[in-house]
């Protein structure tokens, strides 16, 4: 039998408001967690370790190359090449904020970042937001309590493909810089439209996918030349043969599943933003569902 948690639990903290644990949903059988450790429907475990929530089946297909890939060593060696690459772009915050400024979401907003690696984006969002993240990769996850305390217990371990939240729990709703490599596309924007209220925004960036095609070796006609460049980056040879084996078109995946969506050019025209803002309601607020908050209290 499910162990049930003293009522104590439920209740909001007054200085963080609700944990993600309190109103994340089984994604066996959609029953809510309401803070339980096992599932009260069907008894699935979902344990929190260090402020983070395990929501996430075995990784398959590129969500296993890329959990491992910032999982370890190769992030870590990779991460300078990347930071740079932002840097070039007029600075770290400013080639965020080209992404980061389409979030048009009100104040006391509920928002979730897909992908949040270890929160480099937090600090610049609107102080009265509450931001909550998934990943599939844990030390970047930790690495994010580390940076910014008051993400534990706001954090999971869950893949974009399938997230733990009932319909309409956000107000809006992005992933910069992974996108790419997500194991199923389509199904990780349905996720995230599927999570967001009507009405609310909806994100993807991520730099063009055929970068390396620039590479020495496409243009010469050698292409395994590509790999040795992309491993001296740093990158693990696993990802670097799926990188190379991606033939993917973000704008046929995207306005096929998010009609509709807005394309904008971002990074001197290197990568790729779409905006989408869902508007079937009128009345936008009534999809939300209600998850109390330190604004609208219990
Ligand atoms: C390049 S990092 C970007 C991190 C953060 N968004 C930022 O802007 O600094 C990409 C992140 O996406 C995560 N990721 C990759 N595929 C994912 C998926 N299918 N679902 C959830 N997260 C994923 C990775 O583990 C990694 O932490
Ligand atoms: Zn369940």
Redesign the pocket.
């Known amino acids: 039998m499910p162990r049930t948690l003293p009522t104590a639990r439920r209740t909001p903290d007054p200085e963080r408001g609700f944990r993600l644990s309190d109103f994340a949903r089984c994604l066996q059988c959609g029953a809510g967690l309401d803070g339980r450790e096992a599932c009260p429907g069907c008894a699935r475990s979902y344990p929190e370790t260090g402020g983070i929530l395990r929501a996430m089946g075995p990784l398959e297909g590129?969500?296993r190359i890329?959990?491992a890939f910032?999982?370890g060593p190769g992030?870590a060696r990779f991460r300078r090449w990347?930071r740079l690459f932002l840097r070039v772009q007029g600075g770290e915050a400013r080639a965020?904020r080209q992404i980061l400024r389409h979030l048009a979401a009100p104040p006391f907003s509920r928002v979730l970042?897909?992908?949040?690696?270890?929160?480099?984006?937090l600090s610049l969002l609107p102080k009265d937001w509450t931001a909550f993240g998934?990943?599939?990769?844990l030390k970047?996850l930790e690495e994010c309590v580390e940076r910014d305390p008051r993400m534990a217990g706001r954090l999971s371990l869950?893949?974009?493909?399938a997230l733990p939240f009932a319909d309409g729990t956000f107000d809006a709703c992005w992933?910069?810089?992974?996108?790419n490599?997500?194991?199923d596309h389509e199904a990780?924007l349905r996720e995230m439209a599927r999570v967001t209220r009507r009405g609310g925004t909806l994100i993807v960036a991520d730099e063009l996918p055929d970068l390396h095609r620039y590479g020495i070796g496409h243009l010469i006609g050698i292409k395994r030349l590509d790999a040795l460049w992309l491993r001296a980056l740093g990158l693990d040879r696993e990802f670097v043969e799926m990188v190379l084996a991606t033939d993917f078109d973000p704008d046929l995946v995207v306005r096929d599943v998010w009609p509709g969506v807005a394309r904008f050019p971002i990074w001197g025209g290197l990568g790729y933003c779409f905006v989408h803002s869902d508007t079937r309601s009128d009345s936008d607020s009534d999809s939300r569902i209600d998850i109390p908050t330190r604004r609208n209290p219990a």
Do not use: C, K, M, Q
């Open positions: 590129r969500n890329a959990g910032y999982d992030w990347e965020r970042e897909v992908g949040i690696g270890d929160g480099a984006n998934v990943d599939i990769a970047p869950s893949e974009a493909e992933t910069l810089g992974g996108f490599y997500f194991r990780a």
